[in-house]
């Protein structure tokens, strides 16, 4: 009797360990939650586009370049200028958030519109979770910020192969300056599920969504405007019941992939890395370019940069300074002048400096 009962219950218990799971509004987080953060910016040697049914992602070999808490706070406790949109039920109820995210990396912005002090508000229903706007100090003045339409980053309930996608929008004035905007296209795909192992731990039964992110920014000033459309974004994110965040995120932006992930706390320096990579990530877009490019960058330093153009045999053709500010930096070099060809973009701090190739078409 007792080995029949074994070689029956063996896998029924198989199969339950790898269940496939739903995610619902009550996995996403609680106001006052509060969940620490590793990040891993460059990694290499994983294929992120490897997924499926029942499958087994192993990831445990990440390591923290540097740390984040994220603690899910009241609009109310938010700076006040920040609430406009946010905590209006009767004016705004489709932006009525339910907490605030403090950024400490900010969220960039052109030289012309410096965007500090960056709070991103968020909407968790039993229907969708969705970013519904930020509120920032942008060029010192403090503002509040709406997505509208908002960014749905899940609808519920989250099942294995839905499919879903979310069109958002958002602009700002600043009197004197200009106008800058961004329109956020995501397309989503529940591709897979199964065990997931990190440095916090295994977790059996995870969903995986991937999600497709196409963004352009709108720019006006010197009554010049453009629209630039930005690298394709892929996200790749692990969720678990009662997870509260991806247990795991990956972006892939071109060939650079970044990874955060949940944690226990880990002896990492603030910044995490050398002293001689005081700037991380840098891109250029668009590129191919033909009037203007943009280098972005994220700077683990405030202060001012040299940014040059070089032909391949070494000719300085421009030569410019910019201010430096810590968190995501976007410069925008013009090009007329400049003819067709292969060139070196150069960003120069002191002895430091970063290379990235430039294609000029016209």
């Not at 896998?11 to 339950?16: G, I, R």
């Not at 996403?28 to 994983?46: A, E, H, K, W, Y």
């Not at 397309?187 to 199964?194: R, S």
């Not at 990579?277 to 683990?300: G, K, M, R, T, W």
């Amino acid at each position: 009797m007792s080995p029949k009962f074994i070689f029956v219950l063996f896998p029924f218990l198989t199969s339950v360990l790898s269940a496939q799971i739903t995610i619902t509004t009550s996995d996403m987080p609680l106001l006052n939650d509060t969940v620490r953060l590793s990040i891993q910016n460059g990694v290499q040697g994983f294929n992120p586009a490897l997924t499926g049914a029942n499958y087994t992602w192993n990831f445990s070999s990440l390591q923290a370049d540097m740390q984040r808490v994220d603690e899910f706070q009241s609009v109310s406790s938010t700076p006040f200028a920040y609430q406009l949109y946010f905590n209006n039920q009767i004016m705004y109820p489709n932006h009525k958030a339910s907490y605030a995210v403090a950024s400490p990396q900010g969220m960039g912005g052109f030289q012309q519109f410096q965007i500090e002090d960056v709070y991103n508000y968020f909407k968790n229903s039993t229907q969708k979770y969705a970013q519904v706007g930020f509120g920032a100090t942008i060029n010192g003045v403090p503002s509040s910020v709406q997505y509208n339409p908002v960014d749905v980053q899940y609808s519920f309930p989250l099942n294995y192969l839905n499919t879903d996608s979310s069109f958002s929008v958002w602009g700002l004035s600043i009197p004197g300056v200009g106008y800058m905007g961004q329109y956020i296209m995501r397309e989503d795909t529940v591709d897979g599920w199964g065990e997931l192992t990190t440095p916090f731990g295994t977790f059996i039964n995870t969903l995986r969504v991937k999600s497709v992110i196409h963004k352009t920014d709108t720019l006006n000033f010197n009554n010049f405007g453009f629209k630039i459309p930005r690298p394709v974004e892929t996200e790749y994110k692990w969720l678990a019941t009662n997870g509260k965040v991806p247990i795991l995120m990956l972006v892939k932006t071109g060939p650079i992939v970044n990874a955060t992930y949940r944690d226990i706390f880990r002896n990492v320096t603030q910044l995490g890395i050398d002293q001689n990579n005081f700037i991380d990530q840098l891109a250029l877009f668009p590129n191919p370019a033909s009037d203007f490019v943009i280098a972005e960058f994220y700077s683990f330093y405030s202060g001012e940069v040299e940014i040059g153009v070089y032909s391949l045999l070494g000719e300085e053709l421009i030569n410019t300074h910019d201010a430096l500010y810590t968190g995501s930096n976007k410069i925008i070099i013009p090009l007329r002048n400049i003819s067709c060809g292969m060139y070196l973009l150069q960003i120069k701090q002191g002895k430091q400096t970063k290379v990235a190739k430039l294609q000029v078409v016209k």
